[in-house]
């Protein structure tokens, strides 16, 4: 069972920058695919970013140019440098793998971005 952590959430203002963190228990040189997603109260969890093997990047168009997903294999830690941030940026995020067509979810961290 792969268990992935998160941190780094918090509440900050409109511009300012946050990064997320996300460890894998397995090594991520295994996962198919990583990937960030986040959830508004009351809406469907939605991709934000995402590393697949052998792919480009993948971004929301919501996010180009202001996130960036990156990878740290020694760590098998995957982050979410997010800057210039806004309000509608406010939502859960959530860490997501996929190793051997299973796919595995983290437990969260909020991000606020107030006005």
């Known amino acids: 069972q792969v268990q992935l952590v998160e941190s780094g959430g918090g509440l900050v203002q409109a511009g300012e920058t946050l990064r997320l963190s996300c460890t894998s228990s397995?090594?991520?040189?295994?996962?198919?695919?990583m990937a960030w997603y986040r959830q508004c109260p009351g809406q469907q969890r939605v991709l934000v970013a995402r590393?697949?093997?052998?792919?480009?990047?993948a971004y929301d168009d919501s996010v180009k140019g202001r996130f960036t997903i990156t990878r740290d294999t020694a760590k098998n830690t995957v982050y979410l440098q997010m800057d210039t941030l806004k309000p509608e940026d406010t939502a859960v995020y959530y860490c997501n793998a996929v190793y051997d067509y299973h796919e595995y979810w983290g437990q969260g961290t909020q991000v606020t971005v107030s006005s």
């Open positions: 590393i697949t093997t052998g792919a480009p990047r």
């Open positions: 397995e090594s991520i040189l295994n996962a198919v695919a």
